[in-house]
């Protein structure tokens, strides 16, 4: 299971090593940062361009998403600002801050992910090349992962299931997670696992 980058990372794996993968999971995912994406993130950001905190919000990820942090505080303080885009209910996000307020941050990482080109590359060419079995998982107002993102992987995995899970946004086991488990445990069990 992946979530968000993460899931760029296993299928990666999966395209490298596909006899040592059973099945994927890819958790508010996205094919790569091509075209498609940066059209579709400047839609999803400006889909709250009405809600209060969207000024500071937009103004910390604008700076998160553009520029290489090289303080690890820093980073976690534009992230913490940036929250209430990767939340449906902002109620749920006040209730989960501590959670993201004790995560560790690390801007050396970030860093250099955007050195790597990481952030720049895209597996969309050859999704179809991944054979396991996989459960794309979204929520239906994630900003940064969105349905049509989660849509771009289902039609180019050829064995995958897409679960669209209704007033949930890029972290759904906070909002959803009735759904988001029972999702997973279905996936889980028909590929052979005990889900308990």
């Not at 820093?74 to 993201?100: T, W």
Request: charged share 20%; with cysteine.
């Amino acid at each position: 299971m992946g979530h968000s980058q993460a899931g760029m990372q296993i299928m990666g794996y999966a395209l490298k090593y596909p006899k040592r993968v059973k099945g994927l999971i890819l958790l508010s995912s996205l094919p790569g940062y091509d075209g498609e994406w940066n059209l579709d993130f400047g839609a999803q950001v400006g889909r709250r361009a009405k809600e209060p905190w969207f000024p500071d919000a937009n103004q910390a990820l604008s700076i998160l998403f553009h520029v290489l942090q090289t303080k690890d505080e820093e980073m976690r303080s534009l992230f913490l600002r940036a929250l209430p885009f990767y939340f449906h209910d902002q109620e749920i996000l006040k209730r989960n801050a501590p959670a993201f307020e004790g995560a560790a941050f690390s801007a050396n990482a970030h860093r250099g992910c955007g050195e790597s080109g990481f952030f720049s590359g895209s597996l969309a060419p050859r999704l179809h090349e991944i054979k396991a079995p996989t459960l794309i998982v979204v929520g239906s107002d994630d900003f940064v992962c969105s349905p049509a993102q989660a849509q771009r992987l289902h039609l180019g995995i050829p064995f995958s299931k897409l679960l669209l899970i209704e007033d949930a946004g890029h972290f759904i086991w906070m909002e959803q997670p009735e759904a988001f488990f029972s999702g997973i445990r279905k996936f889980l069990s028909a590929l052979g696992y005990k889900a308990q």
